[in-house]
C-alpha cells in the first residue's frame, strides 16, 4: 500500500510577510460533515485569520469554508468561529505567551494529514515593523542574486 501525502488546502503566505514565526503548533480543527467535503473541494481562505484563547480554549476568527456545492440546509455558517483541538499545557503556553503586547495566533497552513483528518499548522507570531519587512525584502534578494552567481559559475 503507497504512503499517502499530506495534501495542502490552503496556505497563509501573506503570514510570512507579516509577522515573524517563533513558535508553531499542528493543532485539530472541530469541523461539520458538508465543511470537511467542502475543504476536499479547495474551499478556504486562510487570509485575516487568527485564534484567540478564551476561558481555556482556542477559537479561530475568520476562517472563511465556502459552503459545500452539494450541500443541503444543513450547511454551516461560512464565516463561523471554529474551536481548535490542543492538550492543555499547550493551550496554557498560548495562553501565557499572548499576554504580551505584539504576540499573535496566526494560521499558517490547512491540510489532510496522512490519516485523513484535518490539521492545521498554528503558530505564535511576533508582529514585524516596517524596516523588517524591507530588510527581509533585501536579505531574499540578496540570496537571490548569490544562487544565481554560484549556478553562472558552475556551468
Known amino acids: ?13 501573506k503570514a510570512f510577510h507579516e509577522y515573524e514565526v517563533l513558535r508553531t503548533f499542528e493543532v485539530g480543527i472541530v469541523l461539520t460533515g458538508t465543511e470537511v467535503c467542502s475543504l476536499r473541494e479547495n474551499n478556504c481562505q486562510l487570509t485575516d485569520c487568527f485564534a484567540l ?10 476562517l472563511h469554508i465556502s459552503p ?28 501565557e505567551e499572548t499576554r504580551d503586547r505584539g504576540i499573535a495566533l496566526i494560521p499558517l497552513k490547512m491540510y489532510f494529514s496522512k ?8 503558530a505564535v507570531c511576533k508582529g514585524k515593523k516596517l524596516y523588517d519587512k ?4 533585501a536579505n531574499r534578494d540578496l540570496q537571490r542574486d548569490v544562487e544565481r552567481a554560484m549556478k553562472e559559475r558552475n556551468r
Open 53 to 62: 484563547v478564551r476561558r481555556g480554549e482556542v477559537w479561530l476568527m475568520g
Open 134 to 137: 524591507r530588510a527581509s525584502l
Open 115 to 122: 490519516s485523513n483528518l484535518v490539521k492545521l499548522e498554528l
Open 68 to 95: 459545500y456545492s452539494h450541500g443541503n440546509l444543513a450547511n454551516p455558517e461560512p464565516d463561523r468561529n471554529r474551536k481548535l483541538l490542543l492538550h492543555k499545557n499547550e493551550i496554557r503556553s498560548l495562553a
Open 1 to 13: 500500500m503507497p504512503k499517502r501525502e499530506v495534501k495542502i488546502i490552503a496556505k497563509n503566505r
